[in-house]
């Protein structure tokens, strides 16, 4: 009980610390995990001298962690936006995934010697693209909604088959015929597992009247963590059951939804925090320095040719433009997935797993500076950037739940022909109406005449109904300016 109030204390000030270097990231233009890990490396043993080397317990909270950042990324994931990525997406995330292990472990093989299954299992841990790193730098980068659906879908589905096939490579036991129908059973079953604890789940909470607002988002996501539970227990991916039941409740009009999601992506921070904090501490720099080599190998081949080979030929049905092929080639971005997914077959003993664990721990590294510094700035010469994204804010107020509504916030960027356009002439559906115009740092109530400029942002009250026409018409005028419609375009 002594010890209580100093682990209370050194758990607030990492959290603290932790919240202020999300801006820093956010600053740098890459995921904040690096500043996690570098929290976790301090405190473990080559700083304050915290030693934690508990490979089956680090798998165990991981994977703990894991679950929450998959609900959080299912609930704030509007079906809408990801739905005509449908298709890039589901291949992305499981044909992709086959594509990526096979290159990788081929290339590994021959480079570095390793033994078949063991390259194949290097193969299978560096096939997952990570949720948390997509979520949080994607979202904010200004791209399409097509290409970031797509990659949303990917991270978010990914992690299961790489998951299986992980833990297949790891048991040591023969593949045979059935490999491909276990992974087809476990896919599916955990599919179901999610839709029908999405559905009930979304059908018990509007016919509940729980006695207090804070409980609504406790059950939500209560029963993310229950469609995880059931699917490992059905021996289906609960990893994958998990991620579509959140993507269910989040896109069903659950009560007090804006406070579930505002709760869901607190937790989810904080599993992404308290995640990449602890792999900090398992890490030993030690360690990385021996793996450098390695680690800088499989990074190559993960970024140069498994990565761009497996993006191209599972969306050969597609034919899509080389752009989005290189965009999409380029932010398959790595992070905690794979070290946690490394350590399952450290926990099992297998040969070598620890050189794999220090190698993955010094791909992340490299690759998160490398890709997430370079990702905007390769949209934006790739042309793939959007000027004036319509992007939804979280609102705590219960009567727009009430009344069904939401907010949207819009930047007037550089180039978009929004510039100059009267308020009247943009024309927003019925539902719709900019409610607030903030320029040069100060608010005020438009008019019909008020004239929009460059760097104006503008906030965007509209119905649930009238959202999904809202943003295509003013995607229309950012494009083609107030005479959109002659011009034929749409804004989708």
């Not at 978010?156 to 593949?175: C, F, K, M, Q, T």
């Not at 995640?275 to 140069?304: C, D, K, N, Y």
């Not at 370079?374 to 000027?387: D, N, V």
Request: aromatic content about 6%; charged content about 15%; overall charge neutral.
């Amino acid at each position: 009980m002594d010890e209580l109030p100093v682990l209370l204390g050194v758990g607030a000030l990492v959290l603290v610390v932790s919240v202020v270097a999300v801006r820093v990231s956010i600053r740098l233009g890459f995921p904040s995990l690096l500043l996690y890990l570098g929290i976790g490396v301090v405190l473990g043993e080559a700083g304050f001298g915290i030693r934690f080397d508990n490979p089956a317990l680090t798998q165990a909270l991981g994977l703990a962690a894991l679950v929450l950042i998959l609900t959080e990324g299912g609930l704030t994931t509007r079906w809408s936006a990801v739905k005509p990525s449908l298709g890039p997406g589901i291949l992305l995330s499981t044909v992709a995934v086959v594509i990526s292990i096979a290159v990788t472990g081929a290339a590994l093989h021959w480079l570095l010697g390793l033994d078949w299954r063991l390259a194949l299992l290097w193969g299978a841990v560096l096939a997952s693209t990570d949720a948390a790193a997509v979520f949080s730098v994607l979202r904010t980068a200004g791209v399409g909604k097509r290409l970031v659906g797509a990659l949303e879908l990917e991270s978010g589905i990914n992690d299961a088959p790489a998951y299986i096939a992980v833990v297949v490579l790891a048991s040591g036991e023969a593949v045979d015929w059935s490999l491909p129908l276990l992974v087809v059973y476990e896919l599916l079953t955990g599919l179901a597992l999610g839709l029908a604890f999405g559905w009930l789940g979304a059908q018990a909470l509007r016919r509940a009247a729980l006695p207090a607002t804070g409980l609504y988002p406790l059950a939500t996501v209560a029963v993310c963590v229950l469609a995880y539970s059931s699917g490992q227990l059905a021996h289906a991916s609960g990893l994958l059951a998990t991620y579509v039941a959140g993507l269910v409740l989040g896109n069903s009009q659950l009560p007090h939804r804006s406070d579930t999601l505002s709760f869901a992506e607190g937790l989810g921070w904080l599993a992404q925090i308290g995640l990449f904090v602890l792999l900090g501490l398992f890490a030993s720099p030690t360690r990385l320095l021996e793996a450098l080599i390695p680690g800088l190998v499989a990074g190559a081949v993960v970024l140069l040719l498994a990565r761009p080979l497996s993006v191209v030929l599972s969306l050969l049905p597609f034919r899509l433009p080389w752009r989005e092929q290189t965009f999409l080639s380029w932010a398959g971005l790595r992070g905690a997935v794979p070290i946690v997914l490394a350590m399952i077959p450290l926990s099992e003993g297998v040969p070598g797993a620890q050189r794999l664990v220090d190698a993955v721990f010094v791909l992340v590294i490299v690759l998160t500076v490398l890709q997430g510094a370079t990702l905007s700035p390769l949209a934006r010469i790739l042309g793939l950037t959007k000027a004036a994204q319509a992007h939804e804010i979280e609102v705590d107020s219960a009567p727009l739940d009430e009344l069904g509504a939401e907010l949207l916030q819009v930047r007037i960027q550089e180039g978009s022909k929004l510039h100059g356009v009267y308020l009247s002439e943009l024309r927003l559906p019925a539902g719709a109406t900019v409610s607030l115009v903030v320029r040069g740092g100060t608010g005020f109530t438009p008019q019909k005449t008020s004239r929009l400029q460059v760097e104006d942002q503008l906030l965007v009250v509209t119905t649930a109904t009238d959202r999904d026409a809202t943003e295509r018409r003013i995607r229309a005028v950012d494009r083609a300016g107030r005479l959109a419609r002659w011009h034929g375009e749409s804004g989708a």
